[in-house]
Nanobody, 125 residues
């Protein structure tokens, strides 16, 4: 069974940090671009960051530039999202998704074939 599993979410104070992980089981990530998305209550899903299969191309949403970092460890079949200087407006469920095309993923509007179940991030003020 093909699965993406996010972990690392939690409750943190404003200005704090969290590191999210997206691990794959049942398939390898090394040929896939990976994206992080988030959805806050009452809001549409938005793209946060994405990384190409070899890590050579990266994109960040303007709202997280300079605060979030994405990288991947293909040997561990895992993609990470380091989130620093967190703000209350970063509160959302964070999802990772896998897509064969980084270009498509970077539009934030593609329909990746694989999604994780999400991990809650809550930033208190």
């Amino acid at each position: 069974q093909l699965q993406l599993v996010e972990s690392g979410g939690g409750l943190v104070q404003s200005g704090g940090s969290l590191r999210l992980s997206c691990a794959a089981s049942g398939f390898t990530l090394d040929a896939l671009a990976i994206g992080w998305f988030r959805q806050a209550p009452g809001k549409e899903r938005e793209g946060v960051s994405c990384i190409s299969s070899r890590g050579t191309n990266i994109k960040y949403a303007d709202s997280v530039k300079g605060r979030f970092s994405i990288w991947r460890d293909n040997a561990r079949n895992t993609v990470f999202l380091q989130m620093n200087s967190l703000k209350p407006e970063d509160t959302a469920v964070y999802y990772c998704a896998a897509d064969v095309s980084f270009v498509a993923l970077a539009t934030w509007s593609s329909r990746p074939a694989h999604w994780g179940q999400g991990t809650q991030v809550t930033v208190s003020s």
